[in-house]
């Protein structure tokens, strides 16, 4: 009896793999929707809200960017594609270790910041120096950071407030500001968690850019048309310019012929007058 019932067991537990299927999982669209990892599973709705750790390494095919983790969450299922979005990455342990060293400083900073679309996100930097350094610099060193990342995140969304700590550009930005108070050796972000997803729906800069494109093109197609219909709307001016120069031609040559014919009679007066004082009739 016993042999039966772990024979049927055993049958249960391979029915219920046959049973699941497998789902491809997608970065999102600000990572171009690149394929992440593959998973099991025989209702799509367990799927959502496991999270899947990847190297950009692994997105990015840069070897040089194999110690950045990136953290992304299941949040919709279409067909087998599981699309997630972005919440956090951090620096793995054996990068931090070869950067901080003995009798050398290290300045550590949290920053809870929102971007313009209404993402909140928990940034944290730190930076290293060549020696060890005192409080007071240790404190101006730790405003130059937290008020660039603020700089920063007012006028960009989520995804380029990302894209921007991920290729380095930030710490580097940090880097030239701190270097004029005080000659920093690093600055990187060592971690980072999206504390609270967008909220407000910002068109892309690409799409824009391609909307932008495809009006110039239109305009430059419209713009023979509109020169065509100007040059139609001149000829049509000039045309009624000329006619009015011409009726004022021949209203002025008019004018000037009665001022003659006016003339020559004044004249004609004026003539006789004359020889009629010159020379008086005798009673």
Known sequence: MAKARSRTAARKIKDKWKAKTWYNILAPSSFDKITIADTLSDNPNKLINRVTEVSLQDLTNDFRKSH???????????????LTQFIGHELTSD?????????????????????????????????TTDKRIQNSQRKVVRETMKQTIYNQSKTSTLSEFIQFIIDGKLGSEVYKKCKKLYPVKRVEVNKTQVLKSPTI???????????????NEKQIEEIPKKTEKKKTVEKKKSDKSDEKTKTKKTSEKKEKVVQKKKDDKEKKVITKKSKATKNPKKK
């Open 201 to 215: 729906q910002i068109e892309d800069k690409n799409l824009k850019k391609e909307e932008m494109k495809e009006e």
């Open 68 to 82: 950045i983790k990136l953290f992304f969450k299941i949040n919709k299922i279409e067909d087998t594609n599981a």
């Open 95 to 127: 990068y931090l270790r070869r950067m901080i060293r003995r009798k050398r400083s290290k300045i550590d900073g949290v920053y809870d910041v929102t971007t313009i679309d209404g993402a909140v996100i928990r940034v944290k930097p730190f930076a």
